[in-house]
């Protein structure tokens, strides 16, 4: 459970990361 709940926050955290870099690098290109 503790494993899941981790992978599942590491997941959260790359969408997050994701969402944020993606416009960024859309503007830069």
Excluded: A, D, K, Q
């Amino acid at each position: 459970m503790s494993m899941s709940w981790n992978w599942n926050r590491n997941g959260s955290i790359n969408m997050l990361l994701t969402m944020l870099l993606f416009p960024y690098r859309r503007s830069v290109v």
